[in-house]
């Protein structure tokens, strides 16, 4: 695997050829992925680039506080093939943009993917020029948007800070969790010192939750079970439950952290059924459980301590299966 000084070298070469770009990310998009979309687009419109910034899903209300966040579209434009650049940031497997994804890959002249999750990344059999960055050591997607930047030479504005600020904040948890190291301090302190406001991009991401947020997090924390001696812990959301807080799905991803908080838990999951038949899972884990394997085993993946998957059937039957399957990743059992 070449290096990714390199890597970032043939991004660059690419996104100064081209001049058409639709950048996007995974469904139900989170602030890494908001954040670093609109980072990207905004630099590459002042660098005299023609942009669209999609995602298939809506925007958190959370992160409505981004510059420029009214600019993110949810249907992609009728563009000709072979005439644009197709950016995929925070994931590498192009059925996770969505619908539109495999479509847009091969509608497209080339792409990129940034993301700092397990996996290969959908380069390979792809015959159009393709590059990408897949760093897991980065704390975020928006830390390589940032270093694409540097590589390219290109100015960080108080906007673009502020995005990239929010991207690396709430995938680190506020600092928090397992992938925050010394240079993720380093760069938000670059990106304060370029004008993101670290109090402001705080209080917006963590003390700004619409009252039916709360009102449903208060529903799951009712359903909280533990399992194994208290290693396993998990909560369940029902569609009864968001219709009555009148909640959307978007304001359930930092849900799971609560189960994780206990004290004697390991590993934690939400298991949401938003709408009926379609069962969505959050994994979390603290120390020695890689739930990204596990959610592999269910189609999904994520990163060592975070992961997830969505999956067709009833919420009851995926329980149970969790929580056989997670049993053999904290009893030592697993085959």
């Given at each position: 695997?070449?290096?990714?000084?390199?890597?970032?070298?043939?991004?660059a070469?690419?996104?100064?050829?081209?001049?058409?770009?639709?950048i996007?990310?995974?469904?139900?998009?989170?602030?890494?992925?908001?954040?670093?979309?609109?980072?990207?687009?905004?630099?590459?419109?002042e660098?005299?680039?023609?942009v669209?910034?999609?995602?298939?899903?809506?925007?958190?209300?959370?992160?409505?506080?981004?510059?420029?966040?009214?600019?993110i579209?949810?249907?992609?434009?009728?563009?000709?093939?072979?005439?644009?650049?197709?950016?995929?940031?925070?994931?590498?497997?192009?059925?996770?943009?969505?619908?539109?994804?495999?479509?847009?890959?091969?509608?497209?002249?080339?792409?990129?993917?940034?993301?700092?999750?397990?996996?290969?990344?959908?380069?390979?059999?792809?015959?159009?020029?393709?590059?990408?960055?897949?760093?897991?050591?980065?704390?975020?997607?928006?830390?390589?948007?940032?270093?694409?930047?540097?590589?390219?030479?290109?100015?960080?504005?108080?906007?673009?800070?502020?995005?990239?600020?929010?991207?690396?904040?709430t995938?680190?948890?506020?600092?928090?969790?397992?992938?925050?190291?010394?240079?993720?301090?380093?760069?938000?302190?670059?990106?304060?010192?370029?004008?993101?406001?670290?109090?402001?991009?705080?209080?917006?991401?963590?003390?700004?939750?619409?009252?039916?947020?709360?009102?449903?997090?208060?529903?799951a924390?009712?359903?909280?079970?533990?399992?194994?001696?208290?290693?396993?812990?998990?909560m369940?959301?029902?569609?009864?439950?968001?219709?009555?807080?009148?909640?959307?799905e978007?304001?359930?991803?930092?849900?799971?952290?609560?189960?994780?908080?206990?004290?004697?838990?390991?590993?934690?999951?939400?298991?949401?059924?938003?709408?009926?038949?379609?069962?969505?899972?959050?994994?979390?884990?603290?120390?020695?459980?890689?739930?990204?394997?596990?959610a592999?085993?269910?189609?999904?993946g994520?990163?060592?301590?975070?992961?997830?998957?969505?999956?067709?059937?009833?919420?009851?039957?995926?329980?149970?299966?969790?929580?056989?399957?997670?049993?053999?990743?904290?009893?030592?059992?697993?085959?």
């Amino acid at each position: 695997m070449k290096k990714t000084s390199s890597r970032l070298k043939e991004v660059a070469d690419l996104v100064t050829s081209a001049e058409r770009f639709l950048i996007t990310a995974h469904e139900r998009p989170d602030g890494d992925a908001i954040g670093s979309i609109l980072a990207m687009g905004s630099l590459l419109k002042e660098h005299g680039k023609d942009v669209v910034m999609y995602t298939q899903d809506e925007v958190p209300s959370g992160l409505s506080f981004l510059p420029g966040v009214t600019s993110i579209e949810h249907s992609v434009p009728d563009w000709s093939a072979n005439s644009f650049c197709l950016v995929v940031l925070d994931c590498n497997e192009i059925e996770r943009v969505g619908e539109e994804g495999p479509g847009l890959l091969a509608k497209c002249q080339s792409s990129i993917i940034l993301d700092h999750h397990l996996g290969e990344g959908f380069c390979n059999g792809v015959t159009k020029p393709c590059c990408s960055v897949i760093d897991t050591s980065a704390s975020a997607t928006g830390q390589i948007c940032y270093e694409l930047f540097m590589e390219l030479g290109w100015n960080i504005t108080k906007d673009v800070a502020t995005c990239i600020y929010a991207a690396i904040l709430t995938d680190t948890g506020g600092f928090r969790y397992s992938n925050t190291n010394g240079r993720t301090f380093e760069l938000a302190r670059e990106l304060v010192e370029a004008g993101a406001d670290p109090y402001g991009v705080a209080l917006s991401c963590f003390e700004s939750k619409p009252l039916s947020k709360l009102k449903l997090l208060g529903l799951a924390l009712e359903t909280l079970e533990v399992y194994y001696n208290g290693l396993l812990s998990i909560m369940t959301l029902t569609p009864e439950m968001f219709e009555l807080c009148g909640s959307k799905e978007s304001e359930t991803d930092d849900f799971v952290s609560y189960a994780r908080a206990i004290d004697t838990v390991e590993m934690a999951a939400l298991i949401k059924e938003a709408k009926p038949g379609t069962v969505s899972v959050s994994l979390r884990s603290k120390r020695f459980v890689n739930v990204a394997e596990l959610a592999g085993r269910f189609g999904g993946g994520g990163h060592f301590n975070a992961a997830g998957f969505r999956v067709s059937g009833n919420p009851l039957d995926v329980k149970e299966r969790l929580i056989e399957l997670a049993g053999q990743y904290l009893t030592g059992g697993k085959s």
